[in-house]
């Protein structure tokens, strides 16, 4: 029996140290007692892997183990262990989390291990490929939902929105960004990740995460679909009907989702509301108001660029909308 079987048997009010010790005197009979020193290398980054798996995959409470004791009775045995690769040796060491107390305990074993030392979640592991995509969307699923969670989760590296080069935006919609600034859906590995988890058995999960994402934070989920230029069907109807939702003003942060539209793929954003005019007439007065409030209206109509040729008739309706609204006036 491995350790991490032997400290699961234990149970959670077992002391990990001892548990440990007795690990210990099994693979070597000939040690003399428990409480002689251990042997720096008795336990490897899979064996503590395991074990912080198995235990986050069986727990049903916050109080069913203690992070803090798993984290100390490791250390005490391995003082050199790197605990970032024991996050990262989850996915392959049957994780297989139900609850919101398993992804809890996952964060803050690592977060106890690492105390004052100024070491982040490695987050980026939810992000990666998992030898089982059900266990990651489950692990996904209870971390997100995790409002405790949450800071630990901020994707510095590939985030959907930065406050740095928008600091006009910032004061203007402070509140605004200062959540979305803040949220682990600021992320485009998480919105990636999802994609492609729409093309395997776990689909419906995935999407099922996808709309509790959109139902959290719809500009950072649609942004994100925008910015990566998603190809898979089910995203670009997703991506569409939430644009569509934001000209109607259904969520309440459209003025700054198409500031921000236009910032990061204005381009994109132009295309769009060509195909959107194209499909439903309906649609040009709201986008006629869309890019009035964002200013681009003058530069569209006025100084039309070479690629824009491809949306002449998009352009033409629109001046001609625009001249009846008295936005634009045409010399006889």
């Not at 305990?105 to 592991?125: D, E, I, M």
Request: with cysteine; proline share 5%.
């Amino acid at each position: 029996m491995g350790f991490a079987e032997q400290l699961l048997r234990a149970g959670s009010r077992a002391s990990v140290s001892d548990v440990i010790s007795s690990y210990a005197q099994q693979q070597n009979p000939t040690r003399q007692s428990l409480s002689s020193e251990l042997p720096s290398n008795l336990l490897s980054t899979d064996d503590v892997a395991k074990a912080v798996a198995l235990i986050a995959s069986s727990i049903n409470s916050d109080d069913d183990w203690r992070s803090s004791d798993v984290a100390a009775g490791v250390n005490q045995c391995c003082p050199n262990l790197s605990w970032e690769d024991v996050i990262y040796r989850l996915p392959y060491s049957n994780l297989s989390v139900q609850q919101e107390a398993g992804a809890a305990f996952v964060v803050n074993v690592f977060l106890a291990a690492t105390s004052g030392q100024n070491r982040p979640f490695p987050y980026s592991f939810m992000y990666e490929v998992w030898p089982d995509p059900q266990a990651q969307v489950s692990f996904l699923r209870c971390a997100l939902c995790s409002a405790k969670l949450g800071p630990h989760l901020i994707d510095k590296h590939m985030p959907v929105v930065l406050p740095d080069p928008l600091e006009t935006l910032y004061h203007v919609y402070h509140s605004e960004f200062a959540r979305i600034i803040a949220s682990p859906w600021n992320s485009l590995s998480l919105v990636l990740v999802l994609s492609h988890l729409l093309d395997g058995k776990v689909a419906d999960d995935a999407r099922a995460l996808l709309d509790y994402g959109i139902s959290r934070e719809p500009l950072l989920v649609t942004l994100a679909l925008a910015r990566l230029k998603v190809q898979h069907p089910r995203l670009q109807a997703l991506l569409q009907h939430n644009v569509v939702r934001f000209l109607r003003r259904e969520f309440s942060s459209a003025a700054l989702f198409f500031e921000l539209f236009r910032l990061c793929e204005k381009k994109v954003l132009v295309a769009f509301f060509c195909n959107l005019q194209r499909k439903d007439s309906s649609f040009l007065r709201p986008i006629l108001g869309v890019l009035i409030d964002l200013g681009v209206i003058n530069e569209l109509l006025l100084m039309p660029k070479r690629e824009d040729i491809m949306m002449l008739d998009f352009t033409v309706e629109l001046a001609v909308f625009a001249a009846r609204r008295g936005y634009l006036a045409f010399e006889t």
